[in-house]
């Protein structure tokens, strides 16, 4: 009787902990894939663009970013890759007005990033609602 108590508690935990993964898993979803549907539709560029995953690489680099096509073919290679993603970032983010300092933390923290410049006007504030 202690064992199947014990083993519907260990079956209740487990659902709660998938539930708790599923918000956080989209919560990250939204900190990151919202800011990009917006950057993309500042540059009139479908927002869905960004939800198809190599596809948007190519539209925010190469398109957004005027970099080369052959840019991304390096983000393939072990160690250049951080750099050259750096880079691709660095134009995307100089797209939309802003510097290296963006870029950096684009790069590394693109859940911090890409709100922030989704939310920025071309003169660097943040756009602010009417009511």
């Known amino acids: 009787m202690i064992k199947l108590i014990v083993n519907l508690l260990k ?4 659902i709660i ?15 990151v ?14 927002g869905w663009y960004s939800l198809i995953p190599v596809y948007n690489y190519y539209i925010a680099f190469c398109r957004i970013g ?6 991304l073919l390096l983000l393939l290679i072990p160690g250049v890759n951080l750099f050259v993603f750096y880079y691709l970032t660095y134009k995307f ?9 963006m870029a950096l933390l684009t ?13 920025q006007n071309r003169r660097g504030g943040i756009r602010r609602r009417k009511f």
Not at 17 to 31: M, V
Not at 33 to 46: C, I, N, S
Not at 95 to 101: D, E, I, P, Q, R
Not at 107 to 119: D, E, H, M, N
């Open 17 to 31: 902990e998938g539930i708790i993964k599923i918000i956080l898993y989209l919560g990250i979803f939204a900190l």
């Open 66 to 71: 005027n970099a080369e096509w052959w840019t």
């Open 33 to 46: 894939f919202v800011p990009a549907w917006m950057l993309f539709e500042k540059k009139r560029y479908p």
């Open 107 to 119: 790069t590394f923290l693109p859940f911090i990033g890409l709100p922030i410049l989704a939310y």
């Open 11 to 14: 079956f209740i935990f487990f």
């Open 93 to 101: 983010v100089s797209a939309y007005g802003s510097g290296a300092l």
